[in-house]
């Protein structure tokens, strides 16, 4: 049986607890490399380490634990802090933080988290510089293109302006390169799986892969939809109300907008979302909300295609109930 470990993560410090036969013990590390493998070294073969994503502080961690093959679970802070509230606990320190996460693990034994590997992990990163440098580039636009109206608008600052956007274009075509031109053949063989699904393009195959980690810490369609944000949420009292909330703000914004694109063709081509598509629209829904729901059954497609290791089949619903009758 595992022993479960807490650590609360802080940009200078991770703070540990555990429970013994006795009691708690409590310990703190300093939250860098070498200090945390030494820590780690001195662990125990049957740990789970239970933290929270804690954005580049707790990078440093995972990278230690996965390196000395420790199991551990990542977990939102959102989950967290329910689980929390459910004890009631009064106080609330560093030790505290790590005390809950190490019961939060006993209890609900989540799944242990597996790190993108190096070249997913590269490739992420210049995922979202690309889309960073899109937007930047944008708003440069944007700024160019309101100076236009002014007669007496700067020429240097205009200039300065188009010089900057030029930079912008010059590295936004270099990491377009690194993304779309991709030599690695496990990467690409999942790319070329994703494209089989009428609907999903080049950007959609290769942003789902990035930020999914190829799917493997996925185990249904429905996580995968919810990790995306494609899943809206439900606001319900009583018998006086009871609606369709807003989507999940769960996903990389960028990556939502591309499966929307996307979702526009599939409601064309894709046979099962051009059906959906259909009979939303004639069940008077509006044009967003159908295409939205569209994008949900493209990744539970994509879901379907990796986990089962299948090729997209475009009449598949139509065969399925054909085989039915």
Same mark, same amino acid.
């Given at each position: 049986? /595992?022993?479960?470990?807490?650590?609360?993560?802080?940009? *200078?410090?991770?703070?540990?607890? $555990?429970?013994?036969?006795?009691? %708690?013990? $409590?310990?703190?590390?300093?939250?860098?490399?070498?200090?945390? *493998?030494? %820590?780690?070294?001195?662990?125990?073969?049957?740990?789970?380490?239970?933290?929270?994503?804690?954005?580049? $502080? /707790?990078?440093?961690?995972?990278?230690?634990?996965?390196?000395?093959?420790?199991?551990? /679970?990542?977990?939102?802070?959102?989950?967290?802090?329910?689980?929390?509230?459910?004890?009631?606990?009064?106080?609330?320190?560093?030790?505290?933080?790590?005390?809950?996460?190490? !019961?939060?693990?006993?209890?609900?034994?989540?799944?242990?988290?597996? @790190?993108?590997?190096?070249?997913?992990?590269?490739?992420?990163?210049? $995922?979202?510089?690309?889309?960073?440098?899109?937007?930047?580039? !944008?708003?440069?636009?944007?700024?160019?293109?309101?100076?236009?109206?002014?007669?007496?608008?700067?020429?240097?600052?205009?200039?300065?302006?188009?010089?900057?956007?030029?930079?912008?274009? +010059?590295?936004?075509?270099?990491?377009?390169?690194?993304?779309?031109?991709?030599?690695?053949?496990?990467?690409?063989?999942?790319?070329?799986?994703?494209? +089989?699904?009428?609907?999903?393009?080049?950007?959609?195959?290769?942003?789902?892969?990035?930020?999914?980690?190829?799917?493997?810490?996925?185990? /249904?369609?429905?996580?995968?939809?919810?990790? #995306?944000?494609?899943?809206?949420?439900?606001?319900?009292?009583?018998?006086?109300?009871?609606?369709?909330?807003?989507?999940?703000?769960?996903?990389?914004?960028?990556?939502?907008? &591309?499966?929307?694109?996307?979702?526009?063709?599939?409601?064309?081509?894709? @046979?099962?979302?051009?059906?959906?598509?259909?009979?939303?629209?004639?069940?008077?829904?509006?044009?967003?909300?159908?295409?939205?729901? &569209?994008?949900?059954? #493209?990744?539970?497609? &994509?879901?379907?295609?990796?986990?089962?290791?299948?090729?997209?089949?475009?009449?598949?619903?139509?065969?399925?109930?054909?085989?039915?009758?």
């Amino acid at each position: 049986m /595992s022993t479960y470990l807490g650590i609360d993560v802080s940009s *200078d410090f991770i703070h540990i607890a $555990y429970q013994t036969d006795k009691d %708690w013990v $409590y310990t703190k590390v300093a939250n860098e490399l070498k200090a945390i *493998d030494e %820590w780690i070294s001195t662990m125990p073969a049957d740990i789970h380490i239970i933290f929270e994503y804690t954005g580049t $502080y /707790s990078h440093r961690l995972a990278y230690g634990l996965s390196l000395r093959e420790k199991t551990f /679970s990542i977990i939102t802070p959102s989950q967290s802090k329910g689980f929390a509230a459910s004890l009631k606990n009064k106080a609330k320190t560093d030790a505290q933080d790590a005390k809950v996460l190490a !019961q939060y693990g006993s209890k609900m034994q989540p799944e242990p988290t597996t @790190l993108t590997d190096e070249t997913l992990h590269q490739k992420k990163q210049t $995922y979202k510089h690309y889309n960073d440098l899109m937007a930047q580039k !944008q708003a440069v636009s944007n700024k160019i293109h309101a100076l236009s109206f002014d007669p007496r608008a700067s020429k240097d600052v205009i200039e300065s302006l188009k010089v900057i956007s030029q930079v912008y274009q +010059q590295q936004i075509e270099t990491f377009q390169a690194q993304l779309f031109d991709l030599n690695d053949d496990d990467f690409k063989q999942l790319k070329d799986k994703l494209m +089989q699904i009428k609907g999903i393009g080049e950007k959609a195959a290769t942003g789902i892969i990035i930020q999914t980690n190829g799917l493997k810490n996925f185990h /249904s369609a429905k996580a995968l939809a919810a990790f #995306l944000g494609l899943i809206p949420t439900t606001k319900q009292s009583g018998t006086s109300l009871k609606s369709r909330g807003s989507l999940v703000n769960t996903a990389c914004k960028q990556l939502r907008t &591309v499966l929307f694109c996307a979702a526009h063709s599939a409601a064309r081509f894709n @046979l099962d979302c051009k059906e959906l598509y259909t009979r939303l629209i004639a069940n008077g829904k509006t044009k967003k909300a159908a295409k939205m729901a &569209v994008a949900h059954k #493209l990744i539970r497609q &994509v879901f379907a295609i990796v986990k089962n290791n299948t090729v997209f089949q475009n009449d598949f619903q139509a065969n399925r109930m054909a085989l039915a009758k």
